[in-house]
């Protein structure tokens, strides 16, 4: 196995007055599991000086890591003019020399730091990987861009492609990104997980909240960003379709962003479905509770991804009613721990979702969500870890050496 690894990743760390290292927390606990790759961990990233540490954020304190800052600029224009992206080169060519083994990202803005990162890996003869869980280079679906996007998504589409070939295994979130690799890369199909066992729901838990549902009308939730590529347009228009006398249905849209103002006016629209809008809960025990009150969990994304939201919603016996796409499908299973529909497909989903006012139904949908609790109880955060060290130690083993 390795015994130096470099973790390069554009997620910060914020730095106190006292030279204390704060992460968000949910990074914090990741980046805690990364010791199988290296006994000495270094993380390559933006640091911020803060005087207090930003909501969210958690003092990380481990044996064994160190911290090397990187520059860091919100525009393309300011981070190449104000000779950012220049140090930013000089620290990771340096930086590269040290590890074993280097994780090296590609989504970060404006410019990726895997297009510089990984033809230095090759030069300094540093093995390296990375994690595909998402497309955020593409286009998203749902929203008209100017020419200026399409032109970047096309150029990062063929870069990331060509350099993405030249890692030495990756994990991907879902088998449709293998393609992104050469034929012969080892990888795994790895989930986004991050739930951990204590934060699971406990049986008297599921059954108290199934209790308090069977006494009220069905409840569904949407958690993630209220953006054009999340669906929330298609949401809302399945919302109004199935907004009728005789409807008895509660939905809540818990988080923010720019179709949030759309989704108020939507919610004061409908006389018979009753829409809750509800700011972004802290990750932790008020968020899991929220989410295990609910009959269902609803994604109607568009595009390719795999929101995290759903091995949440296993993980406190809520099923999953979401868009077939190839990041949900892989996840969900049509009639076992959830349903899918066809993407963008207002009237299906407006029916699934009517369906609940069904007691056989809304019955079946409990069966649903115990298949998707067992699914959780084999796969949390530290079991995702687990499996991506035994392919690393694998991987490993059966590479020559020399």
Same mark, same amino acid.
């Given at each position: 196995?390795?015994?130096?690894?470099?973790h390069?990743?554009?997620?910060?760390?914020?730095?106190?007055?006292?030279?204390?290292?704060? @992460?968000?927390?949910? =990074? /914090?606990?990741d980046?805690?599991?990364?010791?199988?790759?290296? +006994?000495?961990? #270094?993380?390559? &990233? %933006?640091?911020?000086?803060?005087?207090?540490?930003?909501?969210?954020?958690?003092a990380?304190?481990?044996?064994?890591?160190?911290?090397?800052?990187?520059?860091?600029?919100?525009?393309?224009?300011?981070?190449?003019?104000?000779?950012?992206?220049?140090?930013?080169?000089?620290?990771?060519?340096?930086?590269?020399?040290?590890?074993?083994?280097?994780?090296?990202?590609?989504?970060?803005?404006?410019?990726?730091?895997?297009?510089?990162?990984?033809?230095?890996?090759?030069?300094?003869?540093?093995?390296?990987?990375?994690?595909?869980?998402?497309?955020?280079?593409?286009?998203?679906?749902?929203?008209?861009?100017?020419?200026?996007?399409?032109?970047?998504?096309?150029v990062?589409?063929?870069?990331?492609?060509? @350099?993405?070939?030249? =890692? /030495?295994?990756?994990?991907?979130?879902?088998?449709?990104?293998? +393609?992104?690799? #050469?034929?012969? &890369? %080892?990888?795994?199909?790895?989930?986004?997980?991050?739930?951990?066992?204590?934060?699971?729901a406990?049986?008297?838990?599921?059954?108290?909240?199934?209790?308090?549902?069977?006494?009220?009308?069905?409840?569904?939730?949407?958690?993630?960003?209220?953006?054009?590529?999340?669906?929330?347009?298609?949401?809302?228009?399945?919302?109004?379709?199935?907004?009728?006398?005789?409807?008895?249905?509660t939905?809540?849209?818990?988080?923010?962003?720019?179709?949030h103002?759309?989704?108020?006016?939507?919610?004061?629209?409908?006389?018979?479905?009753?829409?809750?809008?509800?700011?972004?809960?802290?990750?932790?025990?008020?968020?899991?509770?929220?989410?295990?009150?609910?009959?269902?969990?609803?994604?109607?994304?568009?595009?390719?991804?795999?929101?995290?939201?759903?091995?949440?919603?296993?993980?406190?016996?809520?099923?999953?009613?979401?868009?077939?796409?190839?990041g949900?499908?892989?996840?969900?299973?049509?009639?076992?721990?959830?349903?899918?529909?066809?993407?963008?497909?207002?009237?299906?989903?407006?029916?699934?979702?009517?369906?609940?006012?069904?007691?056989?139904?809304?019955?079946?949908?409990?069966?649903?969500?115990?298949?998707?609790?067992?699914?959780?109880?084999?796969?949390?955060?530290?079991?995702m870890?687990?499996?991506?060290?035994?392919?690393?130690?694998?991987a490993?083993?059966?590479t020559?050496?020399?």
């Open positions: 196995m390795y015994q130096r690894y470099m390069l990743t554009g997620v910060p760390a914020f730095t106190s007055p006292d030279g204390t290292v704060y @992460l968000d927390a949910l =990074a /914090a606990r980046l805690s599991r990364h010791t199988y790759l290296g +006994a000495a961990v #270094r993380v390559v &990233c %933006p640091i911020v000086k803060v005087a207090e540490p930003p909501a969210g954020a958690v990380f304190k481990q044996d064994g890591f160190e911290f090397v800052g990187l520059p860091h600029a919100t525009s393309l224009g300011r981070y190449i003019a104000s000779g950012c992206w220049l140090r930013a080169v000089w620290i990771m060519w340096r930086q590269l020399a040290w590890p074993d083994i280097a994780f090296i990202g590609f989504v970060e803005h404006p410019i990726p730091y895997g297009w510089t990162a990984a033809p230095f890996a090759a030069l300094r003869r540093v093995p390296w990987y990375t994690f595909i869980e998402s497309t955020p280079w593409r286009v998203p679906p749902g929203v008209a861009p100017k020419w200026r996007h399409r032109l970047r998504a096309a990062a589409e063929r870069i990331n492609r060509v @350099l993405f070939r030249r =890692a /030495a295994f990756a994990f991907v979130s879902q088998p449709a990104y293998a +393609a992104f690799l #050469r034929p012969s &890369c %080892p990888y795994l199909v790895s989930p986004a997980s991050w739930f951990l066992r204590p934060e699971m406990t049986p008297p838990q599921i059954a108290a909240a199934r209790s308090e549902a069977s006494d009220r009308p069905p409840h569904l939730m949407y958690v993630g960003r209220l953006d054009p590529a999340k669906g929330i347009e298609l949401l809302l228009s399945a919302l109004a379709r199935i907004d009728a006398p005789g409807v008895n249905l939905f809540t849209l818990v988080g923010s962003g720019q179709l103002p759309r989704a108020a006016q939507a919610g004061a629209s409908l006389q018979h479905v009753q829409l809750q809008l509800v700011a972004p809960v802290p990750y932790g025990s008020e968020f899991f509770q929220l989410l295990r009150g609910v009959d269902a969990l609803v994604v109607p994304s568009l595009g390719d991804e795999q929101p995290r939201i759903v091995f949440d919603a296993f993980s406190q016996a809520v099923p999953v009613l979401a868009s077939n796409t190839s949900l499908r892989s996840i969900v299973t049509d009639g076992v721990d959830g349903r899918l529909v066809p993407v963008g497909d207002v009237g299906a989903l407006a029916v699934a979702m009517a369906a609940f006012a069904t007691p056989a139904v809304r019955a079946q949908w409990i069966g649903y969500g115990d298949a998707g609790y067992e699914r959780a109880l084999a796969y949390d955060h530290d079991v870890h687990a499996q991506r060290a035994a392919f690393i130690s694998d490993t083993r059966a020559p050496s020399g």
